[in-house]
């Protein structure tokens, strides 16, 4: 701010003859700082909310740039396919030396026939007017096409669901991290009043022991879920394609995640907006054309063709080129499969079953949407009711607490009670935080059977 404000002051008193150079000299220390902030190393810290985390996943991730390349080659193979439409021209080159010729008798006559030196230049063109290959490829070409997008989208919509779960597993042990760390604060405080009653008379040193044990339990719960934490991380690094050395901090808000895991319970699914289904109905159509495409195989193909000759022919090498004898012709080819010992019967029999067997796949998913949703619909209820349920033992939990430690340091209440009161505090607020976050996890795949999960 004081830098930028310096030189507004310069650029502003400075005369016109007198300002270009400041303006240079603005530039290019601008410059520089975005050279130097580009070259900041990765070892950096970087907050992800979980539409980050998906965004930068689908960017980054080597399977779904694979499945970019996949269309990529896709649209060469089909552009390499319908090349065959248009004319192919070719050139061919000879140059022979015949160091014996054939000879033949005509009339008991012997008579060697050619000339020492031959050469020819040709030039062929091909025009294919009905080819089946071809063909098939002009029609299935948009399908081929959508085949491999719909693979893609397929690969982005599995890849958002597992790192929506990945995110949802790492915040739940980093907030069981942070309860842990509330909870050892309140053993130590307990345990610091325990050992003060025990210095004064007032309990036996069994309270303090008692909370010493507590205290010691957290903190070795604590740094197992460091330890889990460390290895749900870098697994949701994997699945993002996420740098290892770059610290990775999850940015939440827990008042919107509670909004957020709320879903119309009364949708009804529709496996028309399934990629899966979507899927198999191209690869029905694909398989619709090559049913066609056999269909055709008893059917000639024609094509035109034509040549441009040009035959040098001499015995002196050096008078070779000397004397052209050109040539050319134009013509129509006709080629009619008759028969084939039954194979073309064959592997159109087998193209109408490969089509039959798709439309029972097709018959299969339907049923399986509705069972899917169904399962992932009951478990959405069933995590639905054991979060309202979690949430309000939390707040009992804590008022018991509460109560409890206020009693204890009256000496109404024995320690025992303190502590008992502690472990269901820390158990009602795992648990809140456990269900909730399942209760995400749940909805992402309610989504999912609904095909709502669209990229």
Do not use: C
Not at 202 to 213: G, H, N, V
């Amino acid at each position: 701010m004081i830098r930028d404000f310096f030189y507004q002051a310069l650029i502003y008193h400075a005369t016109p003859q007198k300002r270009r150079p400041v303006l240079l000299l603005t530039a290019l220390l601008t410059f520089v700082q975005m050279l130097a902030i580009a070259q900041v190393p990765n070892n950096t810290r970087m907050e992800l909310t979980l539409d980050n985390a998906i965004e930068y996943a689908i960017k980054n991730q080597p399977r779904i740039q694979q499945s970019s390349l996949d269309e990529q080659i896709t649209e060469s193979i089909i552009r390499s396919r319908l090349a065959d439409w248009y004319p192919q021209v070719n050139f061919n080159y000879n140059l022979q030396h015949n160091f014996l010729l054939q000879t033949s008798v005509f009339g008991g006559n012997q008579v060697r026939l050619g000339v020492n030196n031959t050469s020819a230049a040709q030039f062929t063109a091909t025009q294919t007017i009905f080819n089946r290959d071809v063909l098939l490829a002009r029609r299935t070409k948009n399908n081929v096409q959508l085949q491999t997008t719909q693979t893609t989208v397929n690969n982005k919509i599995d890849l958002a669901v597992n790192v929506t779960r990945a995110f949802y597993d790492v915040l739940a042990t980093t907030q069981q991290i942070k309860l842990a760390d509330e909870n050892i604060n309140r053993l130590r405080r307990s345990l610091k009043d325990a050992t003060a009653q025990y210095k004064v008379g007032i309990a036996d040193k069994i309270d303090y022991k008692r909370a010493t044990i507590s205290l010691n339990n957290s903190l070795a719960l604590k740094h197992s879920n460091e330890a889990l934490l460390a290895a749900k991380t870098e697994y949701l690094k994997s699945l993002m394609a996420y740098p290892t050395e770059t610290t990775l901090t999850l940015v939440y808000d827990s008042t919107t995640m509670e909004s957020d895991a709320i879903v119309d319970t009364l949708q009804v699914p529709d496996y028309h907006n399934r990629i899966e289904y979507r899927l198999l109905e191209t690869q029905q159509s694909l398989l619709k054309a090559n049913v066609l495409y056999n269909k055709w195989s008893y059917l000639p193909s024609v094509s035109a063709n034509g040549a441009y000759n040009l035959n040098f022919q001499n015995n002196q090498f050096t008078k070779l080129y000397g004397t052209s004898f050109p040539n050319s012709y134009a013509g129509l080819t006709l080629g009619v499969p008759l028969f084939q010992g039954g194979k073309r019967k064959a592997n159109m029999r087998t193209a109408e079953l490969q089509l039959s067997r798709s439309e029972l796949d097709l018959a299969s998913l339907r049923n399986t949407v509705n069972a899917q949703y169904a399962q992932a619909l009951a478990t959405y209820k069933s995590s639905l009711a054991t979060y309202l349920a979690l949430k309000e033992n939390v707040i009992l939990a804590k008022e018991v607490y509460d109560i409890i430690q206020l009693q204890y340091r009256s000496g109404i209440k024995t320690y025992l009670e303190v502590i008992t009161s502690q472990a269901d505090l820390q158990a009602a607020q795992i648990n809140y935080f456990n269900s909730l976050y399942q209760l995400l996890s749940v909805k992402a795949d309610v989504r999912r059977a609904l095909g709502l999960i669209t990229y």
